[in-house]
């Protein structure tokens, strides 16, 4: 099972609103709502912040969204804010397994 | 309080067999609805699934790693256990355990333990 492809980084200014892609196959991203993603600050774990596409667990902020076209699904951080200085991972069924992205580092300007 | 908690060497020689502990508190792991899993990330690097356990004892394993993985459950001690066989300096790396949510297949991780950091070196 291949990793799914994010970008390296992104990078914005407070305020702004960046996207995240997440690029699978019609064997993962592209067959199942069950694509998740998560926050992982430095030396801590990883924090779910979308599960099944684009719902949002109690407590994270409705600045985080997500959406899924065909193989790709995204994450939309609005309103950017220091705190969301993070590595970002996808993750999705892929039909007995699971795989992950190879992460995306957000910087905030 | 629902927490997940890794423990293990810190620290295992080429070729030996690695044993982690994942001690789980706020949750059954005979809970129909939840599972647990184990995930690995080398220093710098993304994140790497490597198993599933589900409630029923179903497991399911990554494929590269499937002939090196065994894991188990004992859910009177609300553990969860992964062995990973011929250790490689490759296989350097923070191991985490994760709670999984189900319904009829692995959903998404919804809590995760802090991770212990194990070392591959003679």
């Known amino acids: 099972q291949s990793a799914l492809t994010q970008p390296a980084s992104v990078s914005g200014s407070p305020g702004q609103s960046i996207t995240i892609s997440c690029t699978g196959t019609s064997s993962d991203v592209g067959s199942y709502n069950l694509v998740s993603w998560y926050q992982q600050h430095p030396g801590k774990a990883p924090k779910l912040m979308i599960y099944?596409?684009?719902k949002r667990p109690s407590g994270v902020s409705n600045r985080f969204s997500g959406s899924k076209s065909g193989n790709t699904a995204s994450l939309t951080i609005s309103g950017l804010q220091a705190e969301d200085e993070a590595d970002y991972y996808c993750?999705?069924?892929?039909?007995?397994?699971?795989?992950f992205g190879g992460g995306t580092k957000l910087t905030v300007l | 309080q629902v927490t997940l908690k890794e423990s293990g060497p810190v620290l295992v020689k080429p070729t030996e067999t690695l044993t982690l502990t994942c001690t789980v508190s706020?949750?059954?792991?005979?809970?129909?609805?939840?599972?647990v899993s184990w995930i690995r990330q080398p220093p710098g690097k993304a994140l790497e699934w490597l198993a599933h356990?589900?409630?029923?004892?179903?497991?399911s394993y990554s494929t590269s790693l499937k002939s090196r993985l065994t894991i188990s459950k004992d859910t009177s001690k609300s553990q969860v256990v992964l062995t990973m066989t011929n250790m490689d300096p490759v296989d350097t790396a923070t191991y985490y355990c994760a709670r999984f949510i189900t319904v009829t297949t692995w959903r998404y991780f919804d809590l995760w333990g802090r991770g212990t950091l194990v070392t591959v070196s003679s």
């Open positions: 099944e596409g684009s």
């Open positions: 356990i589900f409630s029923n004892d179903e497991k």
């Open positions: 706020g949750f059954s792991l005979s809970n129909a609805r939840m599972g």
């Open positions: 993750c999705s069924y892929a039909g007995s397994s699971t795989v």
